[in-house]
């Protein structure tokens, strides 16, 4: 078993993605330039109208694989997936789990509230409600390895809201069902200056037992790969969480 990967970024995005057009071997490029001896590419795996026949699995697959051997001795290449709101695609998280994924993601990215994504006017109350009571759903039907960002409406929003006994309650299932937050670096490339999800959720995860992290830029640009995963290691270290990864479905603890 070789040594435990020291730098790593486990979610980014390539051509596989319905909205990034960059090349696994631009992402790999750039990931060992910035001194990455792994990376997890997390292609969505999207059931919204426009673009659920977008993703595939197979061709996703045969891409890794020579992107895999392009770049043996270089970098560690981990296949992954980005799963949208995996407990109400369940029969489709069966097949991603029958796969040889070394890390689901599950991410909650539509949950009533399209015109997020169209900066269209959202009032924050009623969007988080609905948000954090769709991720208690997700969180509570695990069958997935991490969660993704967090509190994603606050990359749109710029603003966060959240009743501390939801999120409590959130916490304390994902420790019932395995589950691990990321902590996503992306809002800090769109003028926000906290991780998703932030030091004082992250406080909140560790004082209801919550041990483990995983790091990812979520980069969609080949220049965003790795991108402010040094701030995110430091916040998890501060907090005592123990940064890692998932290869074949295991978690791997440094
Ligand atoms: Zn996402
Ligand atoms: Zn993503």
Redesign the pocket.
């Known amino acids: 078993m070789s040594k435990p990967a020291r730098v790593f970024d486990c979610?980014m995005?390539s051509h596989h993605s319905p909205d990034s057009l960059c090349l696994m071997r631009e992402l790999c490029e750039q990931a060992a330039a910035r001194g990455a001896e792994l990376i997890t590419i997390?292609d969505?795996w999207d059931f919204d109208v426009t673009c659920e026949e977008y993703y595939k699995p197979q061709a996703y697959f045969d891409d890794l694989e020579r992107t895999r051997e392009a770049f043996a001795g270089r970098l560690t290449v981990l296949a992954g997936v980005?799963f949208s709101e995996p407990h109400l695609h369940q029969a489709l998280l069966e097949d991603a789990n029958s796969m040889p994924y070394d890390y689901i993601l599950g991410?909650l990215h539509y949950w009533g509230f399209r015109g997020i994504y169209a900066d269209d006017a959202i009032y924050a109350g009623p969007c988080y409600d609905a948000y954090w009571h769709e991720l208690r759903r997700m969180v509570a039907y695990g069958g997935y390895d991490a969660v993704?960002h967090l509190d994603l409406p606050f990359r749109y929003l710029k603003v966060l809201e959240y009743e501390e006994d939801v999120v409590d309650e959130i916490f304390s299932l994902m420790q019932i069902t395995g589950l691990v937050p990321e902590i996503n670096t992306s809002s800090l490339r769109r003028g926000l200056n906290e991780t998703m999800p932030n030091e004082a959720l992250l406080r909140r995860y560790a004082a209801r037992g919550g041990k483990y992290v995983t790091l990812g830029s979520?980069a969609h640009h080949a220049e965003d790969v790795c991108a402010g995963l040094p701030e995110a290691r430091a916040l998890a270290d501060r907090l005592g969480l123990k940064a890692t990864y998932f290869q074949r479905r295991k978690q791997v603890i440094l």
Do not use: A, L, V
């Open positions: 979610h995005h997390t969505h980005e991410s993704g979520d």
